[in-house]
């Protein structure tokens, strides 16, 4: 018996803001959404009520959000390099503790399973492990040559990756605290010699959740970056071979970047593409190439989340809003 | 204002239209020609060029390269009193000729603009038929006015308005500049500051043949010029922003064109639509071949001569060639009024007209000021001394190829395939004139498509920009790299240097090799210090040689036609 | 006369009355650049004055450059930061750049009304808007013809870009070639500075000696501006082949290498060093690309982070070098970009109200000229084009913007004769 049928997907909350957003997360119990807005705020939602608040105290925007386990904490980093913990529930949250955490900035933050380690990463090319007690740095992991887009922990917990805007993923053993091995997903980037620019990379990862396969979203056939001609893909890792399974992409031309991808208990991955196209959710099985259902949205996507009850699903939108999604079928009035 | 200035060249053209009428009946146009600009000088000119100078010279305005070392020699070696003449008259029948005259107005009238929407090909077809023909250049000119591409068996003249995008104001500007002599871009907003006689009234009165046309390109991006049937002209100055003039197309000070009145809902043979063109009744441009190209507007006949005796001359009458105004008075007047008449009194016979200009004396006097001649007379706009003439980047290309005997052996090898392979052809060649002109005409266009390509390069270093008048040339230190380290020049040098070196004779070589690349034999110090040179390097002659024909190549004496 | 605003009337008039008989006189030929107008060669006598221009094409964002809005709804994701001049911000892309402001000044109301990248181009290179049948000379063009002495082994006009190299032309309009951009294709040496294989040094010598020997018997009654100028190109050649190394910036050591960035950019700037230490009079870097109507911030966090480093340490050098006195640098764009950002996290074409920036000769550091509104969408105080610019520029290397010179027998004005200089920013 499957939680989720991604075909019935349709809207089941449509949730405002004033301003275009940039990201969004649930907490780990499932009862807020956060998003980062262009004007430097972190938007709340109250899933049960619609009740939204404003978390301000970044400088700027705010790509990076993270939940601790518990659903207790909420981690924001922003634009301004500063990683800022908040109580996730508070009617009116202020930052508990913020850290200088990234000079520039921070593109992506993790915590482990068991809520003791936050790993961020961001534009100065770094890598870092803080507590996520007291917010001190445990350590610093350099290695990247260029931005660093993304950092995840593996199911186990024992190992970290973090990935690059050229595709150069790096595996930590958080244990020893060192590099592991690297794996490659080089096909999402391309330097583009005319322009003169890099572009691709690791936009977001996700482990399946047996913990076998990782995903890495991003893009392919970047043939004018400066002016978002790509399509959005995804490289599918054999963690445990360290080797690309298959470059997954959507059957037809979709314009744009796979900003974001969740992993279901049910065995799929989920991507939001954003893009000249506008924003479409992309449900990929791990055995196929092309995706197997897709789902077109109102809006260009930038952030993706998968609620813990494996039905619901979260984008960001330029429009300012927040969609939730069901992926069962309608309830009939 | 300066009436003073333009009162004295009133009475000088009047004085030489009275002039001109008695003299005309008898006396040949080259000698009247001569006579006008001897007037006065009292002998202070440059002595006749020598028979090498005069034998380089035509062939470069006539043919558009230099001759070759066996047509050099047999030329000076002529005892014959008549031979300049003889060789005029070859050169002027010769397919190199019309393709010389073909490259002439092309860069004249297309200023290395990018062939966009007519390929470079059909234009120059057509230009290389009218002047093989002999075409009357009026209607030369008329065809190239009139033309909007909609026929598409002769898009070739409409690349003038094509590749201008039918720009109105590009139309106006080079209209203005190339069929007038007139540059009035500067009229565009306000009268002219500094030229009295170019009005703004002049340029929005030429400015109304073009308002209404615009480039249309069809389904299949044909282009073609399209026309509205409606769009008035009216200007303000700068100057006098509460005035506003209106005017209908109207060539300089010649009448405006009577407009018909066409009635409404009539106005269209087709209708404007999207990648249609549209065609009026009444064609605002379909009026401007003939009004520009009339006896009412002298300044179209004036300027086409003083273009015909620039190529030749080196500099116009009225110099720089489209600034016609009095305050830029011609050098001669009364000279250009005789030839603008006598062209059309020729009825434009561009072959006729030019053959004058080479039997003039002052065609053919020589490039070095004799000594003591004062600058005021030397001064280039006496043409009491022959102007040196930088070879343009065609002329240059394709003298650096016929000296180095690149020329010369294309040539041989296009005969070879189209004569000696089928021995009927070549006989049905000699049959009779006509045959053996379109033979010579076969083989020349054969050795020019084979070879244009090398002309590339030197256009690129040599040229100016696409767009700017090309009737100056300018110097730069990528030329001089160009042509002491670049490629192709080399390697035909090399080919030179190996055919020379086989000469066994020092003395012989030398003469062969002045006359491959200089079109005279050496003076007898530059004979003995090139025999010198090659024995220097007993062990390296081809190399020695090489240099020698390098240093005679980069020679100023080459890069200038004198 | 009747004009009063541009042509300056009769003395105008008589001037060239003059030119025509003078260069009658004088013999010459027109259009081979022989240039007579007096304050410009008393200008060219006062010591030589170069130029540095940094091409940022695409059009780069005034707003992650110059004229940061930090925490407005236009302002993006990039914080402002202090610089040398308290007062002064920049986009925190720019620290080391930063660090000069002192010797900088910033124009931040420049409203181009252009938002074509061919015509921005245009515009900015020449100071006057593109017009069918009208071409003008680029920034570079003019220098090379009347800040250069004509004696110099390099040519007046040297462009670096990323693309291909070659002779350009177009730049230089009527002024004709010789006055056209020297395109160094990724830096690579011009073409044709290198002998030939087959040519070696002693027989290049002597060939050069023999075609000085035939010039010399042609020229001794037909000598002209013309053939001099034709004969002076080889010399011209020969020194150029001869300083080739100059091209070559793997002869810097490498912590000097290291300094400007292990980048195109970077080794472009360090080469533009070179060229400005050889006294090469006009030399324009390309950094491309800008045209971010895609993720304008994170392209703008690439580019502008070898924008800084390379910048920032050029300028060092040629302060510390004391050449910076005597270089006018420039850093400009076609156009700026949109304030409003896109969907696609980009920012769109926008002449309306963007940035420029100038350091160095004639130039007040540390000055700010022109304001626009909090959002940046609209120019609100001193709003300039582009032909003020191009006269600010003229005049802090001690030109005369109103000059007139004469090509073809023609008299035109080197700057657009309806603008004027920025004096706010001339020292």
Redesign the interface.
Known sequence: MNLADPTKIHLAKDLVHTRPLVSCRFDARGRFVFAGSEDCTVQRWDLATGARVALTAHESWVHALASSPDGETILTGGCDGRLIWWPATAAAPTPIRTIEAHRGWVNAIAVNKEGTLVATCGNDRMVRLWSMADGSLIQELPGHPKVVYQVAFEAGGRYLVSADINGLIIQWDVLVRKEARRLDAAKLSKYDAGQGVDYGGVRDMAFSADGSLLACSGLIEASNPLGAVSNPAMVLIDWKAGKELRLQRPKEDIKGVAWGVRSHPDGFFVAVSGGTTGGVLLFFKPDQINEFFKFAMPNTGRGLDLHPDGVRLATAHHDGHVRIWAMKAKPTA | MRDQHRAAWLLCVIAALFAGRSAAADTPLHERIDRAIEAGRDGRLAAPATDGEFVRRVHLDLTGMIPTATEARAFLDDPSPYKREKLIDRLLDSPEFARRMQVVFDVMLMERRPATHVPATEWEGFLLDAFSENRPLDQVAREILSADGADPAHRGPARFALDREGDPNLMTRDVGRLFLGRDMQCAQCHDHVLYDDYKQAHYYGLFAFFNRSYLVQDAKGIATLGEKAEGDVTFKSVFKKKITNTTGPRVLYAEPVAEPAVAKGQEYWVAPAEKVRAVPRYSRRAQLAKSVVSAKVPEFNRNLANRLWAIMMGRGIVHPLDLHTAENPPSHPELLEMLARELAAMGFDGRKFLRELALTRTYARSSEPPPGLSPEDGSPARFAVAVLKPLSPEQFSWSVMQATGIVAATRAAVERTLFTVDPKLTQLMQLDDKRRRFGRRLVESAVYDGLKGNSGPFIAQFGRAAGQSQDAQDASVHQALFLSNGQPVLSWLDGLAGRLATIADASAMVDELYLSVLTRRPMPDEREEAIKYLAAKPSAKAQAVHELAWALLTSTEFRFNH | ???D???R?DD??LS??GF?GGL????L?????SFVNPSAAAAMAKGQKQMLVIWLA?GSSQLETWDPK??T?TG????AIDTSVPGIQIC?LLPQTARHMHRMALVRGVNTHENDHGKGQYLMHTGRAQ?????FPHLGSLAARFLAKGTEPL?GYIHIT??GGG?G??????L???Y?A?YLGNGAP???????G??TPA??A???D??R???D??????R?A??E??????E??LQ??ERREVFDVTREPAREQERYGSH??GRHCLLARRLLESDATFVQVT???Y?????NF??H???LGEFDQGFSTLLDDLAQRGRLDSTLVVVMSEFGRTPT?N??Y?RDHWGTAWSIALAGCGIKGGTVVGKTNAKGTEVVDRQVGAGHLFHTYLKAVGLDPKDDYEV????VQIADPTASPITELLA
């Open positions: 006369m009747r004009c605003y541009s042509c009337s105008h008039v060239r009355r025509l009658a006189g004088l013999g030929a027109s259009g081979f650049g695409g930090p925490k709804e993006g994701p990039f914080r925190e017009a069918p049948g009208a071409e040519p990323p693309g002779v032309g177009k730049e230089a309009a009527y004709g070639p010789k056209g020297l011009p073409a044709n500075t290198a002998r030939a087959s040519t027989s290049d002597s060939r050069h023999l075609r020997h035939m010039n018997r042609f020229a001794n009654r037909r002209t013309e053939t100028a034709y004969t002076t190109t080889y011209q050649a150029l082949m195109d950019f950094h491309s690309n045209d971010t109507h895609n993720e994170a392209f966090l690439e580019q950002i969907y696609l980009g073809d027998g023609r008299s």
